[in-house]
């Protein structure tokens, strides 16, 4: 048991599913794992552990943005062992051919700073994905039919973004798509040898201005999942 996480020693499983929202962790237990319990609710932030295929798997919420994943990925890693940690969530698309409900494994994570940034000093670290985990999800989205977009993402310290010159840069370099946590998650897993990944959803788009339908969120939010499983346990 930690500051921020109640589960038990023994409760969380080698293998952790992060979306930000703890009602979307909610969700895929319930939907995807097998006699899953909650084993999390301090601070409303949900956690439970199943099984997926025979495979004991944890669905973890992180809360927004890279200060709050990072309290959870570091207590997640040191005090309970966790060896991969896949994140699943949304992005918003950053180039023409990213398309809403199109799913971005972020192979690299572009940032203004994380919560690390002080360990760096002048360093500009380059987080990026454990290949064996981006080449399973690979594999996975096109067995499934699912379109994917690899390449790298921007990690951003805000939601309610005031820098177009910036998102400028950003498409200009090829920047798939713009999230809050990735980042600091890579930069974690470097730290302490693990493996990470972040598996997202395009659920809205900075070009075209189109949004996905709430309606249609969670069966597009369920490619995102399976693959993510697939992936972790392949």
Request: aromatic share 8%; with cysteine.
């Amino acid at each position: 048991m930690t500051i921020h996480i109640g589960a038990k020693p023994g409760e969380i499983a080698e293998t952790v599913l992060m979306p930000g929202d703890p009602y979307r962790a909610r969700w895929a237990a319930e939907t995807f794992l097998t006699d899953a319990r909650c084993v999390n609710e301090v601070r409303g932030m949900l956690g439970y552990t199943g099984t997926w295929n025979g495979h004991l798997v944890t669905i973890q919420g992180s809360g927004m943005g890279m200060p709050s994943l990072s309290i959870y990925a570091n207590e997640l890693i040191k005090e309970y062992n966790v060896q991969t940690l896949v994140r699943i969530g949304s992005c918003g698309g950053m180039q023409p051919q990213v398309g809403i409900r199109d799913i971005i494994l972020a192979m690299t994570t572009s940032t203004l700073s994380t919560p690390s940034r002080g360990i760096f000093k002048e360093l500009n670290f380059a987080p990026c994905a454990d290949y064996g985990l981006l080449q399973a999800a690979a594999i996975a989205a096109r067995e499934k039919g699912v379109k994917i977009h690899v390449g790298g993402i921007y990690s951003s310290d805000v939601f309610y973004d005031e820098r177009p010159d910036l998102n400028d840069q950003m498409m200009r370099h090829g920047i798939l798509g713009v999230e809050m946590e990735a980042a600091e998650l890579y930069t974690l897993a470097a730290r302490y040898g693990r493996r990470a990944l972040a598996v997202l959803t395009v659920s809205d788009h900075l070009v075209t201005h189109e949004a996905l339908p709430s309606e249609d969120r969670e069966r597009s939010f369920g490619d995102m999942v399976e693959i993510a499983l697939a992936a972790a346990f392949a």
